[in-house]
């Protein structure tokens, strides 16, 4: 039994780049794979930030960070997503596996998501996500 003083963190899950509810009523799990993300840009405080553009891992069939660049299936932008997830273990360490939920059909304001989607994933999402 660990009878020590042991500190525990939360954080605000910042949604502003919603443009509506519309579609939140409806998320879907989705697992992540911490490898694919990047600490500075995409947990720098060590909790996922909502309002990623996903993709999907061919060979896992677990998400990713949209990238138009990569080969892994992560290329094809799939959704966002929808809340915050805490990257590190109760030890601190991190993570190789987290599960969050992720939003397929939205309203987005663009200019306040945490990083930019370019074309090709706005046309990956097609009609299913309006952004505005």
């Known amino acids: 039994m660990d009878l020590s003083l042991q500190t525990e ?3 605000q899950d910042r949604r502003d780049w919603l443009g509506s509810a519309h579609g939140t009523d409806a998320p879907v799990g989705a697992t992540l794979d911490v490898s694919k993300f990047t600490s ?5 405080d060590g909790f996922i930030k909502s309002g ?3 993709g999907k891992i061919t060979a896992s069939g677990k998400y990713g960070p949209y990238d138009n660049a990569a080969s892994d ?3 094809v932008c799939v959704g966002f997503l929808f809340t915050g997830v805490d990257c590190r273990s109760k030890r601190g360490t991190l993570s190789t596996t987290v599960v969050g939920s992720m939003l397929l ?3 987005i304001k663009e200019a306040k998501l945490p990083v930019t989607i370019d074309a090709a994933g706005k046309a990956d999402l097609g009609a299913r996500v309006i952004f505005v």
């Open 40 to 44: 500075g840009t995409h947990y720098p």
């Open 9 to 11: 963190t939360f954080a």
């Open 105 to 107: 059909h939205c309203v």
């Open 52 to 54: 990623i553009p996903l």
């Open 73 to 75: 299936g992560r290329e």
